[in-house]
């Protein structure tokens, strides 16, 4: 079975295709899967935080290589990660907030767009300093965050 979406990034209009009959390991691929579920929900908040940096250095590879649709997949994976850090008594995505100094620059904008609802300040302030280094593209993803938060049309999540 095959999905097809569609997501605005930065800015531009990106396509994704999923296979939701492959599972990975730590059942972060499945999209609407119950194994996916009962897995995640086993793994440590120290686990999933290492698991977001190493999916994020994977993101921040594929950027570079104008790999969409591994980028693509992988944010699927990120996504569900975030949801279950979320999910966790007193929303755990707080631990992201020590990865804002992280020396990927990847890793710092996902923790950004991850942590905005709880510490938009912070997350401004991330941004703002990618932007300062011109390490493209992640500093043109940060640029476009910080216009469209100062246009009021930022789709980056308010739910603290």
Known sequence: MRRSSS??????????????ENLSQDGLDATGAQTMKA?????????????????????GE?????????FNRLFDRKQKLLGELRARQGDQRRLLFA??????MQVRLNAAYAT??????????????IVASKHFPWAGSAGMT?????????QLPNDP
């Open 39 to 59: 897995t995640i929900s086993k793994i440590t908040d120290d686990e999933l935080v290492a698991r977001f940096i190493e999916i994020s250095i994977a993101q």
């Open 7 to 20: 997501f605005a990034h930065s800015g531009r209009m990106v396509y994704r295709v999923a296979n939701l």
């Open 116 to 129: 905005y609802a709880l510490d938009p300040a912070g997350a401004t302030a991330v941004f703002e300093a």
């Open 146 to 154: 910080l216009a469209m938060l100062e246009m009021g049309i930022s």
């Open 99 to 104: 990865l804002y100094d992280h020396p990927n």
């Open 62 to 70: 594929a950027s570079e290589t104008f790999e969409t649709t591994k």
